[in-house]
């Protein structure tokens, strides 16, 4: 079956600009998460969602970022007003229970703000 | 606070060779562990797990792991190792018995294979 699939797969965007990055998980899959992942580091946790319900936000890291899963199924990373520090690739992954099972992760985001 | 330690940013082999890639954790309560594999511009795909029960865990591709409690650690091998193991591997944790699913990865270990 499908996997993850996240869009778009490369974002170039300038400086102040905003920007939606989104996560469709695996059909049926309860918890989705998003995880950012700096250039030579392991990916870092920013936020999960249980349904639609936000369940942690501890890991974003200001109040730039913000995440929505409207109807418990995609999901959307918005980041306003951009700055360069923001490059990475963010990685969405889904799992089917609540937190207990496998997470499996999308092929990731690569933004880039110049 | 939990974290996961992972020694050998990059790990050369020569093909045939045993692989061994090593992954220390920090956790006040036994974790979940993982060992997750990267290939060039895909996802993170998953090659085992440690949840509960035997500590010698066997993931994909021949990969295996085990679980040392008394030294905190979840070393990742392979007896022999391919050229399509070339990749870069995550280890991960996430705390035991709990419904909070967020992992903590390792900085990665980047592992070649020469012919």
């Known amino acids: 079956g499908a996997g993850v699939s996240q869009s778009p797969r490369y974002k170039v965007t300038k400086r102040g600009q905003d920007v939606a990055l989104r996560c469709d998980p695996i059909?049926?899959?309860?918890?989705l998460y998003w995880y950012r992942q700096a250039l030579g580091q392991g990916p870092e946790f920013l936020t999960y969602?249980?349904?639609?319900?936000?369940?942690?936000k501890s890991g974003l890291p200001n109040d730039r970022f913000s995440a929505e899963r409207p109807e418990g199924s995609i999901s959307t990373l918005t980041i306003q007003r951009t700055e360069q520090r923001d490059s990475a690739m963010y990685r969405c992954?889904?799992?089917?229970?609540?937190?207990?099972?496998?997470?499996?992760f999308g092929p990731g985001t690569r933004l880039l703000v110049l | 606070a939990q974290s996961v330690t992972q020694l050998g940013s990059h790990v050369s082999v020569s093909e045939g060779a045993l692989v061994l890639l090593r992954c220390n954790y920090s956790?006040?309560?036994?974790?979940?562990l993982f060992w997750y594999v990267q290939y060039p511009n895909q996802g993170l795909q998953l090659l085992l797990k440690?949840?509960?029960?035997?500590?010698l865990v066997k993931g994909i591709n021949g990969f295996e792991a085990e679980f040392k409690k008394s030294e905190t650690s979840f070393h990742l091998t392979k007896p022999s190792a391919h050229m399509s193991d070339a990749a870069e591997y995550f280890c991960?944790?996430?705390?035991?018995?709990?419904?909070?699913?967020?992992?903590?990865f390792g900085r990665g270990t980047q592992l070649t294979v020469w012919p």
């Open positions: 992954a889904s799992s089917s229970l609540t937190g207990q099972e496998t997470q499996y």
């Open positions: 991960a944790s996430r705390k035991g018995g709990s419904t909070l699913g967020r992992l903590y």
């Open positions: 059909s049926g899959h309860v918890s």
């Open positions: 956790s006040s309560v036994p974790p979940y």
């Open positions: 969602f249980n349904y639609e319900a936000q369940q942690d």
């Open positions: 440690y949840t509960t029960g035997a500590t």
